[in-house]
């Protein structure tokens, strides 16, 4: 089921503790989406599949990206 959330007070990436929106998506099967933006423009991304891999992705608001990792699952 997904939601979409508002928040108030997160610390961004890149330090600020600013408001902004999550994304959430998660099934029954194991898939999980899991996305926040930043009101700054930072954001970031958490997605974990059915098969186990995850992927992790975090980008300041400046567009650098600072992590993007991929993990193969077992």
């Known amino acids: 089921m997904a939601t979409k959330t508002?928040?108030?007070t997160e610390v961004a990436p890149c330090g600020r503790v600013v408001s902004g929106e999550r994304y959430r998506d998660l099934d029954?099967?194991?898939l999980l989406l899991d996305h926040m933006y930043?009101?700054?423009g930072c954001r970031t991304q958490l997605d974990e599949f059915h098969d186990g891999s995850v992927h992790e992705?975090?980008?300041h608001h400046?567009?650098?990206v600072v992590t993007d990792e991929r993990h193969m699952g077992e």
């Open 62 to 64: 400046n567009g650098r």
């Open 38 to 40: 930043y009101s700054c």
């Open 6 to 8: 508002e928040f108030e």
């Open 57 to 59: 992705r975090i980008v």
């Open 28 to 30: 029954a099967d194991g």
